[in-house]
């Protein structure tokens, strides 16, 4: 059964930082893509940065430049660093890990952590 646990979230001043984590348990860590999205109040759920199993990143164009998505797989964790953080950025955050068994798509969520960017 995979898991996946998300931690850091919180509350933030308007330029502050946190650090987002997701730690997986239950499958070949090393093997899956995994992404950070979120859903605020009213909006659809969108993405903010993945992360392919060699290592490549993309991102959202809101958060280029403020935002760095990492992986740890020794850890079997996958980290958000937010910066410049804006009240825009205020949502649940959800860890997601994904890959293809043969054809077969698969994707696991977390439960979600929430994040509020206010004075």
């Known amino acids: 059964q995979v898991q996946l646990v998300e931690s850091g979230g919180g509350l933030v001043q308007p330029g502050g930082s946190l650090r987002l984590s997701c730690a997986a348990s239950g499958t070949t860590f090393s093997n899956n893509a995994m992404g950070w999205y979120r859903q605020a109040p009213g909006k659809q759920r969108e993405l903010v940065a993945a992360i392919t199993n060699h290592g490549m990143t993309n991102y959202a164009d809101s958060v280029k430049g403020r935002f760095t998505i990492s992986r740890d797989n020794a850890k079997n964790t996958v980290y958000l660093q937010m910066n410049s953080l804006k009240p825009e950025d205020t949502a649940v955050y959800y860890c997601?890990?994904?890959?293809?068994?043969?054809?077969?798509?698969?994707?696991?969520w977390g439960q979600g952590t929430q994040v509020t960017v206010s004075s």
């Open positions: 997601k890990l994904w890959g293809v068994v043969v054809t077969t798509p698969y994707e696991y």
